[in-house]
């Protein structure tokens, strides 16, 4: 319970952050420690020195952990590629009909159907067991997937790992949201991203040498990246149980006054730094707000190359005449300029206070990349660089130029489109609500990915890469639909042409 110290001394039990603005202070109530600590909505900012010793420690404690987590359930989500090349696919007949695509499409429908009610609980269960919980479990299919033995049984795997890894997303975002101010977000949101993303996009290194185990304690090097990988994962699980950091009002890391600096800002930014109660009418009124579908559909069509250069990039190479080896170490490079490129972006988009600018230049990029890939006639366009040697038996170039955009362009816009979204909510329980909405369509940007790379089309994917290159411009018009949208209603704001304030928050303006 949160309670508020009126001016009269009396206190008065709170449900919403909008009961603060008549209110002189706020006494967090949930933690014994931290029950006389107020929050003088009225008095200036805490000294700087101390806001930002404050907000440097909350970033050392929230976002590495919580980007550890992310790295490694995409590692798990992915390594099926991998495994496809590293002779998977060979051992269970993947390469027969659509039998890798129905794999790979299966993961993204419990995925999909998951992801809210993992976040209308997430607060009931507590971040804690929460994650820890689905951490293990996907950490248990990963393992067992090691010891399929046909398509139909790596195809329940998928489901399996689909609905177990459903809730973390949504649920990282929705608390990487909860702690900082509107125009900090992008980077929080990138640094958390593009870390995971990154990593991550090393571990077909990580599969190339796992694979190497092929045949000792006779299991197949394919065997042992599932093996291996569900070991740490499961191990992760248990650490998360210890050190997940959890919402601002139930943290344990800071200290009473620490505690009240962030909420403070939070409240003076956007007024909701307190929960509001979760209802059912609550959800069905935020899901007839048009706008928060609106990210839904960008994430999708950012995700879809994102996924098909995690699925096929190995696949892709190997159709330019890599051997395994080579087709697995070329995989990681893209991803390097990537993460420089999305914290560049990130850093002007926070500075200026706008997002959709940048994500519509990101797109372009990506449809550049897609062009490059699909119709340059030459490999050394569509992975030219400088010649360096992987291996004693195989010279190949370090540098792409179609692989690269195209990592760059959709990598580098879904933090953005994230903050695109968490900036222009109000509410906690609409946080809740549109964090898992966008996060789930993330999965449909999956299954577009998994079925319109057909293996009849190997090796160059040209169909697919058309509608890759056709995503990223329903992205662009869905992105000025909403740009125009929200400026329209900033300024009849400012011109005092609204009869309610913007989202039901006095002061609140979209962020463009």
């Known amino acids: 319970m949160v309670q508020v110290e009126t001016q009269t001394g009396s206190m008065s039990s709170i449900d919403s952050p909008k009961d603060l603005s008549d209110s002189k ?18 008095s200036d900012m805490p000294p700087t020195a101390f806001e930002r010793k404050t907000m440097r420690w909350v970033d050392i404690r929230v976002l590495p952990f919580l980007a550890l987590l992310y790295m490694v359930a995409l590692i798990d989500r992915l390594n099926i590629g991998a495994a496809r090349t590293a002779g998977m696919g060979a051992d ?28 209308l609980i997430l607060r009931k269960i507590g971040v804690r067991n929460f994650l820890t919980f689905i951490v293990t479990s996907w950490g248990a299919v990963c393992f067992a997937t090691a010891w399929v033995k046909d398509w139909k049984m790596l195809t329940l795997c998928r489901v399996l790992l689909g609905a177990m890894e459903s809730g973390l997303f949504p649920a990282l975002v929705y608390i990487i949201s909860t702690w ?49 990988e569900g070991t740490l994962t499961l191990f992760l699980g248990v650490l998360t149980f210890f050190f997940v950091p ?16 962030v909420l403070e800002r939070i409240e003076k930014d956007r007024g909701d730094s307190l929960p509001d109660p979760l209802t059912r009418e609550k959800i069905l009124h935020h899901l007839k707000d048009w706008t928060i579908w609106t990210y839904g559909i960008m994430l999708a069509c950012s995700t879809v190359p994102s996924y098909m250069l995690a699925y096929f990039i190995s696949i892709i190479l190997s159709g330019m005449g890599y051997g395994t080896a080579g087709s697995l170490l070329l995989s990681a490079p893209p991803y390097g300029p990537a993460f420089a490129s999305a914290l560049i972006f990130a850093y002007f988009s926070d500075r200026l206070r706008h997002r959709s600018g940048f994500i519509i230049v990101q797109a372009l990029i990506c449809i550049i990349g897609c062009c490059l890939t699909a119709f340059h006639s030459s490999n050394h366009i569509r992975y030219l660089g400088t010649p360096i040697l992987l291996t004693p038996f195989l010279m190949v170039s370090s540098t792409s130029i179609g692989t690269f955009l195209i990592n760059i362009g959709s990598a580098g816009a879904i933090p953005g489109i994230l903050a695109y979204g968490a900036n222009n909510v109000v509410s906690q329980s609409k946080r809740s609500v549109q964090s898992a909405l966008t996060s789930g369509f993330a999965g449909i940007g999956g299954i577009i990915a998994s079925t319109v790379f057909r293996e009849q089309d190997f090796p160059k994917y040209i169909p697919g890469l058309w509608v890759t290159i056709g995503t990223q411009i329903v992205l662009i018009i869905t992105v000025l639909i909403t740009m125009i949208h929200f400026s329209r209603l900033n300024r009849l704001m400012r011109e005092g042409k609204l009869k309610e304030p913007i989202q039901g928050q006095p002061g609140f303006y979209h962020t463009l």
């Open 25 to 42: 202070s706020v006494v967090l109530q949930d933690d014994p420690e931290k029950q006389d600590v107020k929050i003088s909505l009225d």
């Open 180 to 228: 900082y101010r509107r125009h900090e977000t992008q980077k929080r949101m990138a640094f958390f991203y593009m870390f995971s993303l990154t990593i991550s996009g090393f571990s077909p290194i990580m599969a190339y040498v796992f694979s190497l185990l092929d045949g000792r304690q006779g299991i197949a090097g394919w065997s042992w990246i599932f093996i291996i």
């Open 92 to 119: 269970l007949e993947l390469t027969v009909g659509a039998r890798f695509s129905i794999v790979t499409c299966m993961y993204f429908i419990p995925y999909i159907l998951f992801q809210v009610p993992g976040n």
């Open 246 to 261: 959890d919402f601002p009002d139930k943290n344990k890391f800071l200290s009473a006054e620490q505690t009240a600096v």
